[in-house]
């Protein structure tokens, strides 16, 4: 089964700080799925991330996938308090139904 | 677009009764829908596929029988949480993939309910 890891399991940054999540998976990627969280809400998409050496980036996340494609990284420029939350990688399995599963999480504090 | 609606968003039982949870696409049909459960500060972990028409594939460690998943139409699925317990409690999410859809596309994502057995 698809296994992901994720790090760190939590991060506090103060505001205006840069900062890295990496998700790493025990098999090659057939995709690499990045959702934000507020703890009992729903997930909001991200970013999907296919292709070995793809970067993709929406206002100020950028999302890497290496080109093993078997680790990403989650790069947050200038935080702010609205990215805090829990960060969840995921990935599609090969099974039949494709599930998405997800790594372990990342939980964000942001001060201001 | 892409709109899943979950219902109730909440809810509190008594230990014993079941609960059921739907999981409703507003805007497109779904073959198939996924249940996940979260603990606090934990990750989404995935409980079962929902298909419609067919039964639900349970993942390793979920009991069938406690948690009784019917997707009937194209767009809805439920999870029955029969006879609850304590321990039940937990935040329950469901996901739904377009049919007919990319197995890559993005899976769209119900807001959750939080379940409480008392």
């Known amino acids: 089964s698809q296994e992901l890891e994720q790090s760190p399991q939590s991060l506090i940054v103060q505001e205006g700080k840069n900062l890295t999540i990496n998700c790493t998976s025990s098999?090659?990627?057939?995709?690499l799925y990045w959702y934000k969280q507020k703890y009992g809400e729903g997930l909001i998409f991200l970013m999907m991330?296919?292709?070995?050496?793809e970067e993709k980036s929406h206002e100020k996340i950028t999302a890497k996938l290496d080109e093993k494609k078997q680790q990403s990284s989650l790069h947050i420029t200038a935080s702010q308090p609205s990215h805090a939350g829990i960060y969840l990688c995921?990935?599609?399995?090969?099974?039949?139904?494709?599930?998405?599963?997800f790594g372990s999480g990342t939980q964000l504090t942001v001060l201001p | 677009g892409a709109v899943v609606s979950q219902h109730p968003s909440r809810v509190i039982c008594k230990s014993g009764t079941s609960v059921k949870i739907e999981c409703r696409s507003l805007?497109?049909?779904?073959?198939?829908m996924f249940w996940y459960r979260q603990f606090p500060k934990q990750s989404l972990m995935l409980m079962a596929t929902?298909?419609?028409?067919?039964?639900?594939?349970?993942e390793q460690g979920v009991e069938k029988d406690k948690f009784l998943i019917n997707h009937a139409s194209l767009t809805l699925s439920t999870l029955t949480v029969t006879s609850a317990h304590p321990e039940d409690s937990s935040f329950y999410i469901c996901?739904?993939?377009?049919?007919?859809?990319?197995?890559?596309?993005?899976?769209?994502f119900g807001n959750g309910t939080r379940l409480t057995v008392t």
């Open positions: 996901s739904a993939r377009r049919s007919g859809g990319d197995y890559n596309s993005p899976l769209h």
């Open positions: 098999k090659t990627l057939y995709g």
């Open positions: 991330l296919q292709k070995g050496g």
């Open positions: 995921g990935a599609i399995s090969s099974g039949s139904a494709r599930q998405l599963t």
């Open positions: 805007d497109f049909q779904a073959t198939t």
């Open positions: 929902s298909n419609e028409g067919s039964k639900a594939t349970y």
